[in-house]
């Protein structure tokens, strides 16, 4: 069989990554990190959120759901998702964002 | 390959006519359940996008209903989630090597996790039905109606609005707060009815080295549901809990 066997060692691992992502993520949800930078103030706790999340869920998606180890074919399909997800966010938002930008009677 | 290697192969009863061999038939399992995550992480990601859209427009009052949701809850449910996720891994890989007890063992905790993750759920359900937060009338007799605290007020059950939130803006965070919980909860659900299934085929002993796609397949599906919740939990429960410390 050419599956490929994923070690205990491996997926203890990832479980506790998983923990300590989750810890991480709560202690910073307190800790206000909110930048000003001119006239923004940068979401910086919404950018260390989400990057923890998508981490811990990269890990689940290479390694409890063995994609590291697949074929081409299945990687296509799990790329294919984040591929339509950015089409759905980045066509909803050109709109909401752009709303305003010229003035009413154009 | 010769005959004589592939002989076994071919004859495993799990096999179905239309496959060559056991291995193209569990990669063809593989990538099909692949497929139909990909249509489930558009469901999901439609819910997100509208959570993302008015977070945007209402960041005050997302704030103020974010920090009304129990954190302490939540972050337990995430780590029943994650040590779900890894027992179900692990029944996968006991499989692989042929262990049957151990592997029949872990089925049984990722369901007693997913029941966990789900019973500790409706408490905080519970809690929200007390503070009167369910959005609209989903409830008869009792619409969204919740009390809000007066400025220093400590009371945890009412809400406690930050500078430029509304009650009528908190009430759009609970309709999506519902929403998204409520459809991770049902597709809990529906997994720990397909765990169920996996337990009674396994303590008949169906699963081993050469057969396991249901397994693998149904573990691709749960691991998925604690994707889902891994998002969940930092939007819906942590954004906006600097504003209350800071």
Redesign the interface.
Known sequence: ???H??P?RV??T??LV??VG?LL??LA??????YRFGDHELPV??VI??V??VT??TF??L????VRY??R??WV??T??LF??AI??AL??AD?WTRGWLPVGY | MSHAATEGIHSHPALQHHFEN??QQ??AG??GM??F??TE??FF??MF?AY??YRSTYPASFASASNHLD?TLG?IN??VL??S??T???SV?FT??GKSRPQILCLVLTIILGLTFLGIKAVEYRAKYEDRLVPGSLIPNAPFHPEVAREGEADPHKLHLLPGATVKQVEMFYWIYFAMTGMHALHMIIGAGLLTFLLIFSIKGRYG??YHSPV?VI??YW??V??VW??L???LY??G???E??
């Open positions: 069989m050419s599956e066997i994923v205990v997926y203890v990832i479980f998983l923990i989750t993520t709560v949800a307190f800790h206000d990190f909110s706790n919404t959120a989400l923890i999340a811990k869920a689940v998606v390694y409890f759901m063995h697949s074929s074919l299945v399909i799990v294919s998702a339509w997800m759905m966010f909803t938002f909401y | 056991m291995e569990r990669e593989t990538l692949w497929v995550l990909v992480i558009m990601g439609g996008l993302t859209l954190i972050a995430t780590g994650i040590m996720s890894f179900m891994a692990m890989y692989q090597i080295p050469e693998e573990g691709l691991h998925f604690d994707i891994i998002f939990f930092p939007l942590l954004l809990r600097h504003f410390h800071g």
